[in-house]
């Protein structure tokens, strides 16, 4: 078809062109800002850790005697061990994705200090005897801690436990020392010194970074023994089968409410603890598929409510046209392709307007950069959507009787 009648019209139609075309450039630049934003969140959420979710109880206690921990630890767990269906229990101090973080940085120089810039942060969990069977972490090189190194451990009036054996996720390890075996290599933060026996899966943190998910498993495991935790173990942990997590959540917050009068127990499945710290992230990503939704369902209706009112200022074109030849599908042909033209031309000027909003955003809220592929995306989109919203009325066009359009001159 030529394109040069198409042209010379919408020259003559200057501002209702120019309005599609301003609508379609910004739907553009919202569109691939939004949609990378949701696989951004949707990314984060579904964000895996090696445990075993499904099967994890946690039962936190608070407002117990740090003096008598070290016999109330052992008798407790022993109770929640005696629950049916429980296959195994421990205490910690804290659980991925829990919020309860612990942070400390490291170096891999004897003279690194805490406040290093060069050190790597880590989250810090301090874990009983059987933890590493109690979560279901996966051993990938070296082992866990022996039953001296458990004992051994404690917190004095140092802020780090005094025990010199840590194991770590894999994605520290690679941190601290890439491409390298980290068996037997040592972490500092002077005075502070810890030899790794053994490299794990990698675990969530408490806290998880959405700019830099490799951040997000950066976690340190220590021994700790019961007498010497000082009230820092407080995550009771129970690995039974996934149907039975509620009725074992309901008998181990009981059973330690009973056995520690003056505390108080709250249990939680873990799926619950996993679905609570990303659910303002999931309610941020329906709202931006609401926002997509309401800003494709607003350009669809502009379009169609201006093609609707150019093919009513058009009769007297379309009528001439059939009048000399011009088919239905020629008519219908006609603003298809005028149409085509004007997104094509909201969609450039979108593409560049969606990268400088990614820029500004980047530079602003520390936002990752969009991948390229979401643009022509978002113009593919805006194509088709286009298409589809001219159709009625080009249909509507299209069977405009040649005899009537001639009469309404």
Known sequence: MEIRPILASLRKHRIPALLIVLEIALACAVLCNAVFMISQRVNDIRLPSAIDEQGLVAVTLRGTDDKLVGSD?????????????????????????STNNWGWSFGVNADSVVTNQKNINVSLYFISEGGDKALGLHMLHGRFFNADELADSKFDT?????????????????????????????IYSKPYYYTVVGVVEDVLRPNVSTQNTRKSYDAVYFPMSAAGSKGALSYYILRGAPQDRDRIMREAEQKLAELNPGAVAKGQIYVDIREKYFA??????????????VMLAVTAFGIVGLTSFWVGQRRRQIGIRRAVGATRGHIMQYFQTENLLLTTAGVVIGMALAFGINVYLMQHYEMSRMPWYYLPGGALALWLLGQASVFGPAQKAASVPPVVATRSV
């Open 280 to 293: 303002n992230m999931s309610s941020m990503a329906w709202m931006l598929v609401l926002v997509c939704v």
């Open 73 to 97: 630890i052992p008798r407790n767990l022993a109770a929640l061990r005696g629950i049916a269906g429980v296959q195994q229990a421990a205490v910690t101090s804290s659980l991925p994705l």
């Open 158 to 186: 140092a802020p780090l436990p005094e025990t010199h054996v840590v194991v770590m996720t894999h994605s520290a390890a690679e941190n601290f020392w890439p491409g390298q075996s980290a068996l037997g290599k040592t």
